[in-house]
């Protein structure tokens, strides 16, 4: 039960913090190299799901985050009886990076538009009172800014055999291009470490 609390309360501390950082200090598309070409923080926004996927309009955005809450207490509740009956640390410690990663993407859904003002591609965001933000319960932004393009080719240098579609309005090929943000990464790597290691324990 702690070490499930301590890796939750990391998460959502860590992710929390970096995206405040983000937000109060970034234009919309301000970067930051951090390693040399390969690691940016690169701040962008999103009205929908992990790694930069979206849904349109303002009912997909309160469907999309209607479908978090409930998928946030069935989670929660999963990672309650996995604790109850006592099952591998592996598979507590795994379920609850995904419970931590649901619930800092969620935060941004919920509040984020309640305190904050609009970022743009010309100004930084900033706090407001509560309930003078940009948009209201629920749909607020998804902040991302975790950047690795590890690999860009423009594409006159890249081989004829890549697919135009691989290129993008920039014409470059870039692996890896999507943004994410800690949240992301924490529900991938919880769900990457229970297929790998914890299928067979799934069964409560």
């Not at 009956?85 to 507590?92: P, Q, S």
């Not at 309640?114 to 749909?139: D, E, K, N, R, W």
Request: aromatic residues 16%.
């Amino acid at each position: 039960m702690k070490k499930s609390v301590l890796v939750i309360l990391t998460v959502l501390v860590l992710d929390q913090a970096l995206k405040f950082y983000i937000k109060l200090t970034m234009p919309i598309g301000g970067n930051v190299p951090v390693i040399d070409h390969w690691f940016y923080l690169f701040f962008t926004e999103n009205n929908g799901m992990a790694f930069g996927m979206q849904l349109a309009g303002s009912w997909g955005k309160l469907a999309l985050s209607i479908f978090r809450l409930l998928a946030i207490g069935g989670i929660g509740f999963f990672l309650y009886l996995l604790i109850k009956n006592k099952k591998k640390t592996g598979l507590i410690l795994s379920m609850s990076l995904i419970f931590a990663g649901a619930i800092g993407n969620i935060i941004d859904s919920a509040f984020y538009g309640l305190i904050f003002s609009q970022s743009t591609f010309h100004s930084v965001a900033t706090l407001v009172p509560f309930g003078h933000g940009y948009a209201g319960f629920l749909h607020g932004k998804v902040v991302d800014m975790l950047y690795f393009p590890l690999i860009d080719i423009p594409r006159s240098q890249a081989p004829s055999w890549l697919p135009g579609f691989l290129f993008g309005p920039e014409n470059h090929f870039i692996f890896f291009r999507p943004i994410f943000n800690i949240a992301d990464a924490s529900i991938t790597i919880g769900v990457f470490w229970l297929l790998l290691f914890h299928r067979k324990s799934l069964r409560i």
